[in-house]
């Protein structure tokens, strides 16, 4: 018997996922890349004249995109359809997400509920009954971890929808324990991550997780969160991004309520029910900003060499260890626009330069002096 067929994925898809896989190109660098090319492949095209980052192989895409069907899942691609409008919003949004479940639930009106870890009975109590009440007219997004996490994905659960964000890939289930619950969001809700199958979760993923929450949601209801806890970085990328914020009041003989104290003391609304929540979400974030893709496609001016030389040597005099703006790069230096985002483009893929949101760039720690 003959055997089926392999079937391959589109070049388009194949060229996406590895200009997302390549070192040094990250979600900032990557909007980029597109913007100046038109498309990912036309960006590939351009990488090895510019930079030494290794380009991910269409063998380690396709394998990526197949393991990815295999657990049930699909990629979607910043500028698809199917991508979330709100996460679309953020400077920084991942430029791939892969989805086990209803996707359409990341395009639905939603509000995210977080906080810590080693959360008291009260609190996880709260966080429960809080979901249950949200679910029947919202999605609930949380980032499957023990405590306040777990709490309102079960309760969502039991009226309504719930997405997990997770920072690892979508066969590794962090942290042990929470398989059959990954497992009932992913048949009755969403699982989401940027990380590719096989990604064991580290510290600096949790913080990209926290984004994703956030920027899925019109807004963040924060419960006893202690002060510098992930929860309060979910809620500071919420607030940048014109997200409400919403917090449960603890008490001050609770550490774990610090955190959401603080900001009840900053104006977030002080939330005791789901009808508190509902009464002041809004029908969309309180920013302007439209998301930068899809794009149309870009024909890069040819910029000759000793012109992107000077331009790298004028930008780097004006950067230093603060974040700076790229507007102002523009009005300080003498180049073309053009030419100041192609060395920009450069530098950045070479390591020297830090792309970040809000259209700054900051010279590297790592770069060499």
């Not at 390549?22 to 913007?35: A, K, Y």
């Not at 926290?210 to 920027?215: D, E, P, S, T, V």
């Not at 012109?307 to 790229?326: C, I, K, Q």
């Amino acid at each position: 018997m003959r055997a089926a067929k392999r079937k391959h994925a589109p070049p388009d898809t194949i060229a996406l996922l590895r200009l997302v896989r390549t070192e040094g190109v990250g979600p900032v660098t990557f909007r980029r890349l597109l913007e100046r090319y038109g498309s990912a492949a036309a960006a590939l095209d351009a990488l090895p004249g510019i930079t030494k980052a290794a380009i991910a192989e269409p063998a380690a895409a396709e394998r990526e995109i197949e393991r990815t069907t295999k657990l049930g899942g699909r990629l979607i691609f910043l500028g698809d359809a199917d991508y979330p409008p709100l996460l679309a919003m953020l400077d920084d949004a991942p430029p791939c997400l892969s989805v086990q479940g209803d996707i359409g639930l990341l395009r639905a009106r939603s509000v995210a509920i977080v906080g810590g870890r080693n959360a008291s009975a009260n609190g996880q109590r709260m966080a429960e009954t809080l979901a249950i009440g949200l679910a029947e007219h919202v999605v609930v997004v949380s980032g499957l971890a023990r405590g306040i996490d777990a709490a309102a994905h079960k309760g969502a659960m039991t009226t309504g929808k719930t997405v997990a964000a997770i920072a690892s890939g979508l066969d590794v289930v962090y942290p042990p324990g929470h398989e059959d619950l990954q497992r009932r969001i992913a048949e009755a809700g969403a699982v989401v991550t940027e990380a590719p199958p096989g990604t064991e979760p580290q510290a600096r993923h949790f913080p990209r997780r926290n984004r994703i929450i956030a920027g899925l949601s019109l807004g963040v209801v924060v419960v006893e969160a202690a002060p510098r806890s992930g929860s309060l970085i979910t809620a500071g990328i919420a607030q940048d991004a014109g997200r409400e914020i919403f917090a449960v009041p603890g008490s001050p003989l609770d550490p774990r309520s610090r955190g959401a104290n603080d900001l009840l003391r900053q104006g977030a609304i002080l939330t005791e029910t789901a009808a508190d929540v509902l009464a002041n979400l809004p029908l969309q974030p309180g920013v302007s900003r439209q998301p930068a893709l899809p794009l149309r496609p870009a024909v890069p001016a040819e910029i000759p060499a000793p012109d992107l030389s000077s331009a790298r040597s004028s930008l780097l005099a004006l950067m230093g260890p603060e974040p700076t703006a790229v507007d102002d790069l523009l009005r300080r230096c003498q180049f073309s626009a053009s030419a100041v985002m192609a060395a920009l483009l450069e530098l950045e893929l070479a390591g020297t330069v830090d792309a970040l949101p809000g259209n700054r760039v900051v010279l590297s720690p790592n770069a060499e002096s």
